[in-house]
């Protein structure tokens, strides 16, 4: 099933997720660090809205390595659209797994005009 925008997490706050950036003082460590794995993240509102975000750590790391996965894709697609500018009679891309950096190598000798395979 295709994911749509917000299935992720949503963007906005539930009342609950939110604390006043005057009330941080007040709460304890303990409490602070229940409230975040409970909840996974808290808006801080200031008087001029909400400015701040907390993150659980496993929130963050799942966020920062699917950002890593679509910049792979990114790329992906970009050499996909250097290629298919180059030739432009090939219809289809074929995509073949390769060990890391071996990629560019093959980039490199399709560009150099050498057609056979290693």
């Given at each position: 099933?295709?994911k749509?925008?917000?299935?992720?997490?949503?963007?906005?706050?539930?009342?609950d997720e939110?604390?006043?950036?005057?009330?941080?003082?007040?709460i304890?460590?303990k409490?602070?660090?229940?409230?975040?794995a409970?909840?996974?993240?808290?808006?801080i509102d200031?008087?001029?809205?909400?400015?701040?975000?907390i993150?659980?750590?496993?929130?963050y790391?799942?966020m920062?390595?699917?950002?890593e996965e679509?910049?792979?894709?990114?790329?992906?697609?970009e050499?996909?659209?250097?290629?298919a500018?180059?030739?432009p009679?090939?219809?289809?891309?074929?995509?073949?797994a390769?060990?890391?950096?071996?990629?560019?190598?093959?980039?490199?000798r399709?560009?150099?005009?050498?057609?056979?395979?290693?």
């Amino acid at each position: 099933m295709k994911k749509k925008r917000g299935d992720f997490m949503p963007i906005a706050f539930t009342p609950d997720e939110i604390i006043k950036a005057n009330k941080l003082l007040e709460i304890s460590q303990k409490k602070l660090k229940e409230e975040i794995a409970e909840k996974e993240r808290l808006a801080i509102d200031f008087s001029e809205g909400i400015l701040g975000v907390i993150l659980s750590y496993d929130l963050y790391k799942k966020m920062v390595e699917q950002i890593e996965e679509l910049e792979e894709k990114i790329m992906e697609l970009e050499i996909a659209e250097i290629l298919a500018k180059r030739n432009p009679d090939h219809q289809e891309t074929k995509w073949i797994a390769y060990e890391e950096g071996s990629i560019l190598k093959e980039f490199q000798r399709i560009r150099n005009g050498n057609t056979t395979t290693p």
